[in-house]
């Protein structure tokens, strides 16, 4: 009787995302290295601790969907803000970030660090130069909530606008090369960085409570589940969005310029994902429908920001379209190298492209890894349901592929 064994797509996907996880001890000393600055600003003594500073992660690390650097000397890249709570009234962009810079100048030589803080447009930026390697980003800025909410309903997202969870959070940030950056103004550049982040957590609510459940009752170490910090668990659509960033870094190792920004990667997944309960079928699903929440707005190609549907996070494709044929280019390589090994290869027979955009060297360690531990057993109902449901999708993946939509008539 012919024998089968326990290695699946599922698991060779699981182990090669472990891998390009940033790791949880990094993730850690990043937690511990920003809160230390938080708690630095708001000592005694700070110039600005009067004003309630606040310090938060923003980006990849608050989204759970940073990755290792693929090189051994890159550095990971932290994006912090740093929320002052004072008025447009009292301050311009430029005190404020002359302000916060001061502080921050003070903790590096407290801390002696080998680099100044550097001043750059919106932020300040601090080297870490110890094992970790990594650097933070520290974007000075204050509250902004009631003017955000007022741009929503002005233009026509009232039901977003009363969200309080997704605009309580907004910011006005500063920018060297606003025209208002010197003066006393009530325009400064808005954002939304932790709305965002509300958002992405809400479009994986399901998987995120289902994990933290998984971790609760296999670790007796936290007193309920609420206790639980969302970055001890990760959910599939998480673990998707790193194993596309990571296939696209390959493909753009050397053309930086045209590489699909991580923001239009993040949002077009987290729209396409249905909380889909294995990396597999999630991976599937969001290639399958990915690019069917890009729009044409009166023949712009728009992708809008879920927390400000105004802003278009594909502005830049407009006036270099060049980034818009490349998009499509890495999407089509992505449906085709996933969708080949999920669909046409034995789980331990990676396709050389997929090896190649993930990393050769890695993917041979984890085939290795998962070899060892392959023992004669009958791959389980669950597992043949989920790769069922898996084909399906994936051989749709193919014919979106080829197909057509509005989106890909812009010529590069």
């Known amino acids: 009787m012919p024998s089968f064994t326990d290695l699946t797509h599922e698991e060779v996907l699981q182990k090669i995302h472990a891998e390009i996880d940033m790791p949880q ?3 850690d000393t990043i937690i511990d290295r920003y809160q230390s600055i938080g708690r630095w600003l708001d000592r005694d003594g700070s110039s600005i601790s009067q004003y309630d500073p606040k310090v938060a992660a923003q980006g990849s690390v608050r989204l759970g ?3 290792r650097p693929i090189g051994e000397n ?6 912090l803000i740093c929320r002052l709570s004072l008025g447009k009234s009292e301050i311009t962009q430029q005190q404020l970030k002359a302000e916060i810079g001061e502080e921050i100048k003070a903790y590096a030589a407290a801390q002696s660090m080998n680099n100044e803080p550097e001043d750059k447009r919106r932020c300040w930026t601090m080297e870490y130069a110890d094992k970790r390697n990594f650097h933070v980003d520290i974007l000075p800025c204050i509250p902004d909530a009631e003017n955000y909410r007022k741009r929503l309903f002005d233009g026509g997202f009232k039901t977003l606008a009363e969200r309080t969870n997704i605009t309580e959070e907004a910011i006005a940030i500063t920018d060297q090369k606003d025209p208002n950056y010197r003066s006393l103004s009530e325009d400064w550049p808005s954002s939304n960085p932790l ?10 609510a399901e998987r995120l409570i289902a ?3 998984a971790l609760f009752e ?16 990760k959910t599939t659509l998480q673990k998707s969005v790193q194993l596309l960033k990571r296939h696209r870094d390959y493909v753009f190792s050397d053309d930086g310029e045209h590489k699909p920004i991580s923001i239009l990667i993040t949002t077009l997944a987290a729209q396409a994902y249905s909380n889909e309960s294995t990396l597999v079928d999630a991976l ?8 069917t929440f890009i729009e044409d707005r009166d023949g712009i190609v728009w992708v809008p920001n879920p927390v400000n549907p105004a802003e278009n996070f594909a502005d830049k494709w407009e006036e270099e379209p060049m980034k818009a044929k490349e998009f499509r280019r890495w999407l089509n ?31 041979e360690k984890v085939i290795g890894s998962v070899a060892k531990a392959m023992v004669p057993a009958v791959v389980s109902s669950v597992t043949e349901r989920a790769s069922a449901r898996t084909d399906g999708m994936v051989d749709r993946i193919r014919e979106r592929g080829t197909g057509t939509q509005p989106w890909r008539d812009i010529e590069g």
Do not use: C, Q
């Open 211 to 213: 994990a933290k459940r």
């Open 218 to 233: 296999s670790e007796a170490i936290y007193d309920s589940i609420e206790d639980i910090p969302d970055h001890k668990v």
């Open 74 to 79: 890159d550095e990971y890249d932290v994006d």
């Open 195 to 204: 709305g965002y982040a509300e958002w992405f957590k809400e479009k994986m």
């Open 284 to 291: 599937a699903a969001v290639l399958e429908k990915l690019d």
């Open 25 to 27: 001890d990094i993730l």
């Open 333 to 363: 390589l992505a449906r085709r190298d996933f969708g080949e090994y999920i669909n046409a290869m034995p789980p331990d027979r990676v396709p050389t492209a997929l090896r190649d955009r993930l990393g050769e060297n890695l993917v």
């Open 65 to 67: 969907t940073a990755n």
